[in-house]
């Protein structure tokens, strides 16, 4: 189980990742945040994710990969680029990754990275950070992990690649290319770390979203295991409670 504490428009925060089993002390926030939680509880809502089991052996894991991924996969590590993890990174690693990713996600309409979330979980040494380069050049996909290494499991947290390719369809399978040479990287290395699962960050419950179901079929692509746990919100105190009674929701 990974906690941290941030905050959010000022509401003191707690996030509990993974709390399979394991009873979470008591927190002093307003409001925890579960994610992943092993069982429902009142209000949570069903999170399904895909999950790579890693212990059986790289050539085993490779082989359950797509045919059409291994080949990507393959044809980028002959095009020579470089995949960089980093599993204690610093406050200037984490802006720099965030300013990429905002690049991204404001190109596609989406929330800017959580810095606070970010540097909290790099302060409870739960932040994995990894990047693939050009040789010699700019970083073409970024990825953030969340990590407990007291259960060996690693879960993908944001996923962005180079914006400025979009429109270029070259450059665009490029990107493709070395983003999946990235996850390889991945998996390879937290393997030899004995780490047990490889997490890739959540799967659509709804089939009906087009862009969803192919960020799935992406994901699929390197095998695993669909599973289902379940994200909710708990308020800890009266003040948390009605704040989450009145507004339904927190942003987290």
Not at 60 to 77: D, P, V, W
Not at 84 to 106: E, H, K, T, W
Request: aromatic share 10%; with cysteine; glycine share 8%.
């Amino acid at each position: 189980m990974v906690t941290i504490s941030r905050a959010k428009y000022g509401v003191p925060i707690t996030d509990i990742f993974f709390d399979h089993g394991i009873q979470p002390a008591a927190p002093s926030a307003w409001i925890s945040f579960f994610v992943q939680s092993s069982a429902a509880q009142p209000g949570f809502v069903p999170f399904k994710t895909r999950i790579i089991d890693l212990d059986s052996s790289a050539s085993a894991i490779f082989a359950g990969i797509s045919s059409n991924c291994r080949y990507k996969i393959q044809r980028a590590e002959r095009e020579g680029f470089i995949p960089v993890l980093s599993g204690a990174p610093s406050q200037i690693d984490i802006d720099a990754f965030s300013d990429f990713f905002d690049g991204f996600a404001r190109q596609k309409s989406l929330p800017l990275a959580n810095r606070a979330k970010l540097s909290a979980l790099a302060s409870a040494n739960a932040l994995i950070l990894a990047s693939v380069a050009e040789p010699g050049g700019e970083p073409l996909a970024m990825h953030a992990h969340v990590k407990d290494s007291a259960i060996g499991r690693v879960r993908l947290l944001y996923s962005a690649s180079h914006f400025r390719g979009i429109g270029d369809s070259g450059l665009r399978n490029r990107i493709g290319r070395a983003n999946r040479l990235l996850h390889w990287h991945e998996i390879q290395q937290l393997q030899q770390q004995q780490f047990k699962h490889y997490d890739l960050g959540g799967m659509p419950i709804d089939s009906s979203d087009e862009a969803k179901n192919a960020i799935a079929r992406f994901k699929r692509e390197f095998g695993g295991r669909d599973v289902v746990e379940y994200n909710g919100l708990k308020g800890n105190n009266l003040a948390g409670r009605l704040l989450l009674r009145c507004s339904g929701r927190l942003p987290c």
